[in-house]
């Protein structure tokens, strides 16, 4: 898995590359939670993550609580069909915001 940073405007974005499993999901954790003392909008590009374990779900589902309780913004974008499946199966896509693109989601979470 690799991760890379990239700021837009008021926004982060994390891009996350490869499989989130729970080898991998504590990087994550480690990189999303410092992302968030960042910028007032969270986004994690998940166009390259091909497999999201539950240690991922997780990890994803502790960002969007700590961005809420800290009145930021938190979204997810460009999710492939399988890790689409993942969230759906879930629940995870009635309590955290996603988006098609990435253009979208910013347009979306910047008010």
């Known amino acids: 898995m690799n991760i890379s940073e990239e700021k837009r405007d008021n926004a982060l974005v994390l891009k996350v590359s490869g ?3 729970s080898s991998t999901a504590p990087d994550l954790q480690t990189q999303l939670m410092a992302a968030i003392g960042q910028a ?3 986004l994690i590009d998940l166009g390259e993550t091909d ?4 240690a991922g779900l997780r990890v994803i589902l502790m ?3 700590t961005c809420k309780k ?4 938190f979204g997810l974008c460009c999710l492939q069909d399988s890790v689409h499946e993942v969230f759906e199966i ?3 896509l009635s309590i955290i915001q996603t988006f098609a693109t990435r253009d979208e989601a ?3 979470l910047a008010g």
């Open 19 to 21: 499989r989130i499993d």
């Open 40 to 42: 007032p909008t969270i």
């Open 51 to 54: 497999y999201m374990s539950s």
């Open 63 to 65: 960002g969007a609580k």
């Open 70 to 73: 800290d009145a930021r913004q």
């Open 90 to 92: 879930s629940g995870f």
């Open 106 to 108: 910013l347009q979306a």
